[in-house]
């Protein structure tokens, strides 16, 4: 008449040692997966602003005007920090200011785990796509930036306004 069960499921001290396992393979592998999430930053940000100069010397180009890339903070001025962020403007009065009226054509916000370094601020470009103003080196590089970690990608731009992105390790 009576049928009985049994019980089944983990006894703690199972649990327990499950428990540790995990947490010694979380301590093994946290830190190599989060050198990975800031290569994974570091390759998105690059991009982004390699797109950002071939997006505004593009539109300089299509414009038969000019077009700038300045630091911006909001996106819709320009400001002195590249680590906020950067937008595209088109330059119709090729003064190399983004002045009221003019149109912000995309706008890239960073954050804050990139560190960026440009010389120049804008980065402008004339009608035929020739960048007006020397840009030098452009570094971009992980925040913060282990030592000897391949976290850092210089960005150079030719006199023509070709882009080139070379990987580095941080100092």
Do not use: H
Not at 58 to 63: D, L, N, P, T
Not at 139 to 166: D, E, F, H, K
């Amino acid at each position: 008449m009576g049928r009985s069960f049994k019980l089944r499921g983990f006894t703690l001290l199972e649990l327990m040692v499950v428990v540790a396992i995990a947490a010694v393979l979380l301590a093994i592998g946290l830190p190599s997966f989060q050198n990975t999430l800031r290569s994974n930053r570091l390759a998105t940000t690059s991009n982004q602003f390699t797109a950002a100069i071939a997006m505004a010397r593009s539109e300089a180009i299509k414009s038969t005007l000019a077009a700038g890339m300045c630091p911006s903070a909001n996106g819709t001025a320009c400001g002195n920090d590249w680590n906020a962020g950067w937008l595209v403007w088109s330059d119709p009065n090729r003064n190399g200011v983004l002045d009221a009226g003019e149109t912000v054509i995309s706008y890239f916000a960073n954050s804050g785990a990139i560190s960026v370094t440009v010389g120049v601020k804008p980065l402008r470009f004339d009608a035929r796509g020739v960048p007006s103003t020397a840009a030098g080196a452009m570094v971009l590089a992980s925040n913060p930036c282990p030592a000897g970690q391949q976290l850092r990608n210089t960005i150079t731009m030719t006199s023509t306004g070709q882009v080139r992105s070379q990987k580095g390790n941080c100092p």
